[in-house]
């Protein structure tokens, strides 16, 4: 329902209030180092007229003749090396005519020439004599007789470096013109000369280069009064000739010889229309002259905010959905009383805690992770030791001979039996430990990923996060140590207690079988016998004798094997998983409590409250991204009652 002077008038409201809070666009190098970078711009979201073209061109003419007045820096080589954003408010006629700058908000200028030399002085003082920024300088002028519009004025496109200039400076005007107008809300004025072939214009390749169908380009031909004698431009006026889909205004600028001569620009106004309407070429056409400019820009950008107003809407409640999770995620204020810090304290702790088992009681990267450890890792683990090795011919032959000394067993020799059998439960302690650290570094991997992740304020205050994760990883190691020497003790009681029921079934068993063993069947034919020889075994009685003992030792250490298969896993549960639940900040919590203790029993102490405010010192980034949301959230609800108030 809003008219075009009423789109206007918001739209430039809503890009003042971005140039009050800091928002030009993600290439703003001081909202960057204020925090705001990757932060929702509303400027990018907002339509915007972008001008650009070469050295000379008349670009400077051109805005100077929309405003009505002469107030940018002049000279030769390049003379803009800052962009300047450039806001133009229409007041009443009876408001007082002003221009201010936002490096000097309570500063107004009355005077043009001011306004010139501070453009000329603000670049000065930032950039020195040569180099460039892309870093705006914001001007906003309020006057009865300029139309509502906002236009970026980029430094001209140059081919080459003059002396002083670094030698990247070609390169670094035309990637600054590229970020300015590759937006897809920046209408694009290409400035080009009309004494220049318009096929090699520069300002019209890099338009063509970001908007290839030239759906918000508009061409603007200027000097069309010092073209040779004989030839016009009325071809590309009418847009026969470099067409462009919306087509060119003509205009003519004051001359050198004009400026000098102090011709105002009311004047140029009138002599620019009387060269047109007295030219052949020209006369009857309808987009010549700075007033048609001015009518053309602006219908053009009333037509792009009203199509663009409902994604603007939509812009401007996600970014303030999405600033208002991230002001959460990041807290409030650092904490000033002692009461506000331990509860902040103890807060994340149970956090950290609660994220912590939720992790645990998950599937991937999760309690999945230990029950692969217990299915997998352990029972490989166990598989790669040397059982075959210890209950081989030759090893059972030996440990059975050097069991009896110096006086032989008489029936069954049982000190063979208990070697054999210790060596093979031996072989499990490395297993179990091993399968102790897998889980201890599983725990400590979900630690650090919630530390990391699922608490994000922790990420506010570095010493805290620190103190989290030490305090949690010293209680893993504690634990582990815990779990570590419970399995070790599980393997030694295997080794220190041999229970004789199992051989009594053994040969309860292999009686009933026909007096055989099933492991002991001996390898046939010549391995056979190449074992045996090793072994220094005389007779096939002796050989079938230390099978069916390494068969025995083998058959009790494999039940015990499947036994610790189940009883490992739960102790590394039990001493490991279970036990740390709720329990590794118990230490830090202790610590806390303990301060606060020692703080109400002296009244003279700040320990705790030292303590505390060590633990809550907040990175000074943190401290800037969030006053940097913080001001991009109040443009945002601003800007979304300013735009429900319009509509």
Same mark, same amino acid.
């Given at each position: 329902?809003?008219?075009?002077?009423?789109?206007?008038?918001?739209?430039?409201?809503?890009?003042?209030?971005?140039?009050?809070?800091?928002?030009?666009?993600?290439?703003?190098?001081?909202?960057?180092?204020?925090?705001?970078?990757?932060?929702?711009?509303?400027?990018?979201?907002?339509?915007?007229?972008?001008?650009?073209?070469?050295?000379?061109?008349?670009?400077?003419?051109?805005?100077?003749?929309?405003?009505?007045?002469?107030?940018?820096?002049?000279?030769?080589?390049?003379?803009?090396? %800052?962009?300047?954003?450039?806001?133009?408010?229409?007041?009443?006629?009876?408001?007082?005519?002003?221009?201010?700058?936002?490096?000097?908000?309570?500063? /107004?200028?009355?005077?043009?020439?001011?306004? %010139?030399?501070?453009?000329?002085?603000? #670049?000065?003082? *930032?950039?020195?004599?040569?180099?460039?920024?892309?870093?705006?300088?914001?001007?906003?002028?309020?006057?009865?007789?300029?139309?509502?519009?906002?236009?970026?004025?980029?430094?001209?496109?140059?081919?080459?470096?003059?002396?002083?200039?670094?030698?990247?400076?070609?390169?670094?005007?035309?990637?600054?013109?590229? @970020?300015?107008? @590759?937006?897809?809300?920046?209408?694009?004025?290409?400035?080009?000369?009309?004494?220049?072939?318009?096929?090699?214009?520069?300002?019209?390749?890099?338009?063509?280069?970001?908007?290839?169908?030239?759906?918000?380009?508009?061409?603007?031909?200027?000097?069309?009064?010092?073209?040779?004698?004989?030839?016009?431009?009325?071809?590309?006026? #009418?847009?026969?000739?470099?067409?462009?889909?919306?087509?060119?205004?003509?205009?003519?600028?004051?001359?050198?010889?004009?400026?000098?001569?102090?011709?105002?620009?009311?004047?140029?106004?009138?002599?620019?229309?009387?060269?047109?309407?007295?030219?052949?070429?020209?006369?009857?056409?309808?987009?010549?002259?700075?007033?048609?400019?001015?009518? /053309?820009?602006?219908?053009?950008?009333?037509?792009?905010?009203?199509? @663009?107003?409902?994604?603007?809407?939509?812009?401007?409640?996600?970014?303030?959905?999405?600033?208002?999770?991230?002001?959460?995620?990041?807290?409030?204020?650092?904490?000033?009383?002692?009461?506000?810090?331990?509860?902040?304290? +103890?807060?994340?702790?149970?956090?950290?805690?609660?994220?912590?088992?939720?992790?645990?009681?998950?599937?991937?990267?999760?309690?999945?992770?230990?029950?692969?450890?217990?299915?997998?890792?352990?029972?490989?683990?166990?598989?790669?030791?040397?059982?075959?090795?210890?209950? *081989?011919?030759?090893?059972?032959?030996?440990?059975?001979?050097?069991?009896?000394?110096?006086?032989?067993?008489?029936?069954?020799?049982?000190?063979?039996?208990?070697?054999?059998?210790?060596?093979?439960?031996?072989?499990?302690?490395?297993?179990?430990?091993?399968?102790?650290?897998?889980?201890?570094?599983?725990?400590?991997?979900?630690?650090?990923?919630?530390?990391?992740?699922?608490?994000?304020?922790?990420?506010?205050?570095?010493?805290?996060?620190?103190?989290?994760?030490?305090?949690?990883?010293?209680?893993?190691?504690?634990?582990?140590?815990?779990?570590?020497?419970?399995?070790?003790?599980?393997?030694?009681?295997? /080794?220190?207690?041999?229970?004789?029921?199992?051989?009594?079934?053994?040969?309860?068993?292999?009686?009933? =079988?026909?007096?055989?063993?099933?492991?002991?069947?001996?390898?046939?034919?010549?391995?056979? @016998?190449? *074992?045996?020889?090793?072994?220094?075994? *005389?007779?096939?009685?002796?050989?079938?004798?230390?099978? %069916?003992?390494?068969?025995?030792?083998?058959?009790?250490?494999?039940?015990?094997?499947?036994?610790?298969?189940?009883?490992?896993?739960?102790?590394?549960?039990?001493?490991?998983?279970?036990?740390?639940?709720?329990?590794?900040?118990?230490?830090? #919590?202790?610590?806390?409590?303990?301060?606060?203790?020692?703080?109400?029993?002296?009244?003279?102490?700040?320990?705790? /409250?030292?303590? +505390?405010?060590?633990?809550?010192?907040?990175?000074?980034?943190?401290?800037?991204?969030?006053? =940097?949301?913080?001001?991009?959230?109040?443009?945002?609800?601003?800007?979304?009652?300013?735009? =429900?108030?319009?509509?």
């Amino acid at each position: 329902s809003l008219g075009e002077t009423g789109l206007l008038k918001l739209v430039n409201k809503l890009q003042a209030s971005c140039t009050l809070l800091g928002d030009t666009g993600s290439g703003d190098s001081a909202d960057g180092a204020a925090g705001g970078v990757d932060l929702p711009s509303l400027w990018e979201a907002l339509p915007s007229i972008v001008v650009v073209g070469g050295q000379s061109s008349g670009k400077s003419s051109v805005l100077e003749a929309v405003v009505g007045h002469d107030f940018l820096p002049r000279g030769s080589g390049i003379v803009t090396r %800052r962009p300047l954003l450039l806001q133009l408010i229409q007041t009443t006629s009876a408001a007082e005519e002003y221009g201010t700058f936002l490096h000097k908000k309570n500063q /107004k200028f009355h005077d043009y020439e001011q306004i %010139r030399r501070e453009i000329d002085a603000e #670049t000065h003082r *930032s950039l020195g004599k040569y180099s460039i920024s892309s870093d705006p300088i914001n001007l906003t002028i309020r006057s009865p007789s300029v139309p509502n519009l906002t236009l970026v004025d980029l430094p001209g496109l140059t081919k080459v470096a003059v002396e002083g200039q670094p030698a990247s400076i070609v390169r670094d005007i035309e990637n600054m013109a590229r @970020q300015f107008i @590759q937006g897809k809300n920046a209408i694009i004025l290409a400035v080009t000369p009309a004494n220049a072939d318009a096929a090699t214009s520069d300002a019209l390749r890099l338009a063509k280069e970001v908007d290839p169908a030239g759906e918000r380009t508009i061409g603007v031909l200027t000097k069309l009064d010092i073209m040779d004698r004989g030839t016009d431009a009325h071809l590309i006026l #009418t847009n026969r000739n470099a067409t462009l889909k919306h087509g060119w205004i003509g205009i003519v600028n004051r001359s050198q010889a004009d400026i000098d001569g102090k011709k105002n620009l009311a004047s140029a106004r009138r002599a620019e229309m009387e060269f047109f309407t007295s030219h052949p070429a020209y006369r009857g056409l309808h987009n010549v002259g700075t007033p048609a400019l001015s009518k /053309k820009l602006s219908t053009f950008l009333e037509k792009t905010i009203r199509d @663009q107003i409902p994604h603007i809407q939509n812009f401007v409640l996600e970014g303030i959905q999405a600033l208002q999770a991230e002001l959460r995620s990041l807290g409030g204020p650092a904490m000033a009383s002692r009461g506000e810090m331990l509860h902040m304290v +103890l807060t994340l702790c149970r956090e950290f805690d609660r994220a912590y088992e939720t992790l645990l009681d998950r599937g991937k990267n999760g309690g999945e992770s230990i029950l692969g450890v217990f299915e997998s890792g352990l029972k490989d683990s166990i598989h790669k030791q040397n059982f075959k090795g210890i209950f *081989s011919l030759a090893n059972v032959a030996t440990t059975i001979n050097e069991a009896d000394g110096y006086q032989p067993h008489l029936i069954a020799p049982e000190m063979g039996y208990r070697r054999l059998i210790e060596q093979g439960l031996g072989l499990l302690r490395a297993p179990c430990e091993r399968c102790v650290d897998d889980i201890h570094q599983l725990l400590c991997g979900m630690v650090q990923r919630v530390v990391g992740e699922s608490v994000p304020m922790l990420n506010s205050f570095r010493v805290l996060k620190t103190e989290v994760l030490s305090a949690s990883l010293n209680t893993l190691d504690k634990l582990k140590e815990e779990a570590k020497a419970m399995v070790v003790t599980m393997v030694e009681m295997e /080794k220190s207690y041999l229970t004789a029921e199992f051989f009594r079934n053994l040969e309860a068993t292999e009686a009933a =079988a026909g007096g055989a063993p099933a492991a002991a069947a001996a390898p046939a034919g010549e391995a056979a @016998q190449s *074992s045996s020889t090793a072994a220094g075994i *005389s007779s096939d009685f002796e050989e079938k004798h230390l099978r %069916r003992i390494g068969a025995h030792c083998s058959a009790y250490v494999k039940s015990v094997v499947m036994q610790m298969r189940q009883t490992v896993p739960k102790a590394c549960v039990y001493c490991q998983v279970q036990a740390s639940r709720g329990s590794l900040l118990e230490a830090l #919590t202790t610590k806390v409590a303990s301060a606060a203790v020692d703080s109400v029993s002296s009244i003279h102490s700040n320990k705790e /409250k030292d303590y +505390l405010a060590r633990l809550l010192e907040e990175d000074e980034s943190v401290a800037r991204r969030r006053d =940097a949301c913080a001001r991009r959230l109040e443009l945002l609800n601003n800007a979304r009652d300013d735009i =429900a108030a319009a509509l």
